[in-house]
C-alpha cells in the first residue's frame, strides 16, 4: 500500500473521531436556547449602561453566562437522564441514548458551571455571578425535582428563566434598578403561553415520564388554555412598562402592543380548539414575540 493511499485512508478517522466525541457534549448544552439566553443577558446589558459601552466586560459577561447555562442544561440532563429515556421527545439526547455516561455528563456540567461562576466573578463583578449562581441553584434544585410533584413547577422555573436580563443589567452597571425588573417581568411572563403550549403539545410524552404538567394533571386543556390567553393579557400592559420609565419610545409601544395582540390572537385561538396544531401555533408566536421585542427596544432606546 503506497504512503499516499494509506494517509487518504486513515488520516479523516481521528478528525471525524473528535467530531463524534464532542457532538454529544455540544448537544448537552443545548445551543439553542443557549443562544436565547445570551440574547436577553445582552438586552440587559444594554439597558444597564450609564457611562458608555466596554466589549471585555460584555465578552465577559456572555462567556460567563453562556458557561453557566450550558452547564446547567448539562446537570439538567444528568438529573432527568431516566425521565427522558421515557418520553419519544427526548429519549435521543446524549444520556439515554447512551453517547455520553452520566457521570461524564455530570463533571461535564460541574466543571462548565464553575468555569462560568469564576469568569462573571473576575471578569464582571461579584453580584453578576451571584444572579449566575443563583439562577442555576433554583433551576436545579427547585424547579427541576418540583417537575415530578406539582404543575406549579412552571412558576417555579419561570423565576431562573427570567434571570438573564438581570444578569446583564449587573454586568454593566453594578446594581438592580426598576428597569431590570421590568425586563425580568417581561421575560418571566411570557414563559408561561411558550411552555403550556409546549406542555400541552407533549402531555402524553411528560405523562409516561411521570412528569407533572399542567395538561398532565388536568387532561381536558382547559386550565392550561386559560393560562396561555391570561399570561398573555397581561403580557401587553406589562410590555409597555419600559415605555413608561424612558426606556423606550413611540416605536417600540406600537410594536409591542401589536406583537401583544398577535400572541394573544394564538392563545385565544387554542382556547377554542384545543388540538396540537393550535398549540404549536402558540409555540411558533412565542418563538417570534421575543427577539422582535427586543429587537424593537434595541432600536427605540435612547442613546447613551
Known amino acids: 500500500m503506497t504512503p499516499s493511499l494509506t494517509t487518504a485512508q486513515n488520516g479523516p478517522a481521528p478528525a471525524k473521531s473528535l467530531r463524534g466525541l464532542c457532538a454529544p457534549y455540544l448537544a448537552l448544552t443545548k445551543p439553542r436556547i443557549t443562544w436565547l439566553i445570551l440574547m436577553s443577558t445582552g438586552v440587559g446589558y444594554f439597558f444597564g449602561l ?6 471585555l466586560v460584555f ?32 429519549n435521543k439526547r446524549p444520556i439515554p441514548s447512551g453517547q455520553i455516561t452520566p457521570g461524564n455528563a455530570m463533571w461535564f456540567g460541574i466543571g462548565l458551571s464553575v468555569l ?17 449562581a443563583l439562577t442555576l441553584a433554583s433551576y436545579l434544585f427547585l424547579y427541576t425535582p418540583m417537575k415530578q410533584k406539582s404543575p406549579h413547577s412552571t412558576t417555579i422555573g419561570a423565576i431562573p ?10 454586568a454593566a452597571s453594578g446594581t438592580l434598578t426598576a428597569e431590570a425588573w421590568v425586563l425580568f417581568g417581561i421575560l418571566f411572563l411570557w414563559q408561561f403561553p411558550h411552555f403550556y403550549s409546549i406542555a400541552w403539545m407533549y402531555r402524553d410524552d411528560y405523562a409516561r415520564a411521570g412528569i407533572r404538567m399542567l395538561p398532565v394533571v388536568e387532561p381536558d386543556g382547559q386550565s392550561t388554555s386559560r393560562q396561555i390567553v391570561a399570561f398573555s393579557v ?21 410594536g409591542a402592543i401589536m406583537l401583544g395582540m398577535y400572541f394573544l390572537y394564538a392563545g385565544v385561538r387554542v382556547a377554542r380548539e384545543r388540538t396540537r396544531v393550535r398549540a404549536r401555533a ?12 427586543y429587537g424593537l427596544m434595541m432600536l427605540d432606546r435612547p442613546s447613551l
Open 50 to 55: 450609564k457611562n458608555g459601552f466596554n466589549w
Open 59 to 90: 465578552l465577559h459577561t456572555l462567556i460567563g453566562t453562556g458557561l453557566i447555562a450550558s452547564g446547567t442544561a448539562a446537570l439538567n440532563q444528568w438529573w432527568e437522564h431516566l425521565a427522558d429515556a421515557k418520553m419519544d421527545r427526548t
Open 116 to 132: 462560568g461562576f469564576i469568569e462573571l466573578w473576575l471578569g464582571v463583578n461579584l453580584l453578576t455571578a451571584a444572579l449566575g
Open 161 to 170: 428563566g427570567a434571570m438573564p436580563p438581570l444578569i446583564g443589567f449587573a
Open 234 to 254: 397581561v403580557l401587553i400592559p406589562f410590555s409597555l412598562l419600559p415605555v413608561f420609565l424612558a426606556m423606550t419610545g413611540k416605536i417600540y409601544f406600537v
Open 282 to 293: 402558540v409555540l411558533l408566536a412565542s418563538v417570534l414575540y421575543l427577539p422582535v421585542l
